[in-house]
């Protein structure tokens, strides 16, 4: 558990984190794959497309993130940064993360979209490539849900500090090659979900878990991510996504498509229902 030395209010104005924590991640974003590339044309012998170089990227790019983010935390003196119980908030967050993911393919195989191929897998390569995810949700998780949500949260509120915090988690992907625009819809979505996961069991315990479960599922178990094929770590299974973009037959995948959007919506409306027959009623005058 990440516990600075002193608690309690944050040392910075909120929008003045806002506007910082902004700023590096999208320098981070901007920056990192010229960077990896340098490093992988010196220390790989592989092309820009194989395992190497990805897990280079990741560790250059979500660990400047990490490293960004545990000092925004040290300096804004957050608190029980995980969470009060995280041994059980985050494998209840990846049932949440992978059963959301199993959703919204079921959708999309409803609608006829999900193309079975033939998988085999490397054991070694699917275990190292659970490092590399687990490394990039860690860093996203502590920089957006673990900093800044809660900075933003203690001055405008939880429900403005989700939904803006969602807002750069879903334009930062952007910077990263996301493009249709219901795709900027269900990173919207997605970083909604994982804020009230994270309000809901008091740090990021919980939001890591569903986002690493949705993430693993995706890339390392049905092989969804990238579309069509398989990522450089393999996958267990091989799903592609064919037919109209609006249920996940483009380059962007379940991320365009409708199938995720419905999904989200069936993860996040509980929570929002819950928080809001939670929210004391207004005193009568």
Known sequence: MLTPPAAGKAALPAWIVLIVATAIIAAIVL?????AGKLAAMVLTGDGSDAGFEALFTLIVSGA??????????LCRER??????PWLGFPVGLLLGSGGLGLAVAYAALAGAVVPLVARPD?????AGLGVVLLQVAAEEAY?????????ARVWGAPAAVAVTALVFALVHCLGGARAPLTLVNLLLGGVWFGLLALRGGGIARAAG?????NAAEQLLLGLDPNPGVGSFGSVFDLDLVGSALWGGSAEGLNA??????????????LLIHRRLRSPAPAMA
């Open 65 to 74: 993130m990490l490293i960004a983010a545990i000092a925004g935390i040290i």
């Open 80 to 85: 029980a940064v995980l969470g009060t119980r």
């Open 123 to 127: 054991p070694l390569m699917l275990i």
């Open 144 to 152: 957006f849900r673990g900093w800044l949500q809660p900075v933003l």
């Open 257 to 270: 498509s409708l199938a995720m959007t419905m999904a989200l919506v069936v993860l996040v409306a509980p």
């Open 210 to 214: 569903a986002h690493f479960g949705w």
């Open 31 to 35: 920056l990192g794959p010229t960077l």
